[in-house]
């Protein structure tokens, strides 16, 4: 699929899909609260004739996968792979009065998950293990999953997220998602809640704790665009302990729960 229609998915309806809504219409166009930083005054413009958006907070703007790159701080051809899944899977969306099957069944068939195993593939395991992570360990939360996309085979890590969708990763630096993309919770009736962006977090900070399980609740966000979906979850606990990345993303996630919630501590700086 080329990045011409790719880039005719609606942007406005990507954004729905991660729980993400205007917060004015103004008719052609609405007024979001920015996906990728802390902002109070809605200041991201979607133009829904045109399908594109700018950030006036930040000067930003572009395409859906221009957008993509930005929330996921993923390269061009990673967005676009992204993309490419997210479409293959919807069978009913429609644009310009054609539906996303209309246009793309021809050469992209839905994304089918072929097979889900133990993590065993060498390929796989080499890496996991380059990650310092225990095999057993990673095998208490992923999977080994086979899947076809495009009449094309492909295998990957798995992490199940909390409406069953995987979130992928793929040696070297891949990473994709089997829709629906949401966040993934652990659950242990506790009232401290751990966060973490993504799977590898979570198992590199069970590592290091020499543990298999924590007693706490924790929540992963598999991708710091769905902090808000996280919130509700989050509110409940009586602490909550961050652990997202030194990065501006990390810190603006880290400072949208803390605005949110009663006590956050925030544990980035141990691993400065």
Partial sequence: MDSKTINRFPIREYLAGMNIHSDKERGYYGMYHSPFRKDHDASMKVDYNKNLWIDYGTNEGGTLIDLVMRIERCSNGEAMRLLEQKLSGATSFSFHGKTISDEVKSDTPAITIQNIIPVTHPKLTAWVQERKIDLDLANLYCREIHYRNRDKDYFAIGFRNDNSGYELSIPPNFKGCIAPKDITTIR????????????????????????????????????VANVQKAMIFLKSHREIYTYLDNDDAGRKATELIKSNCISVNNRSERYA
Avoid: M, P, R
């Fill in 188 to 223: 242990n009736n506790s009232n401290i809640c751990l966060v973490f962006e993504g799977f590898w977090d979570i198992l590199s900070y069970l590592a290091i704790q020499k543990i298999e399980k924590t007693k706490h609740d924790v929540a992963i966000l598999n991708s």
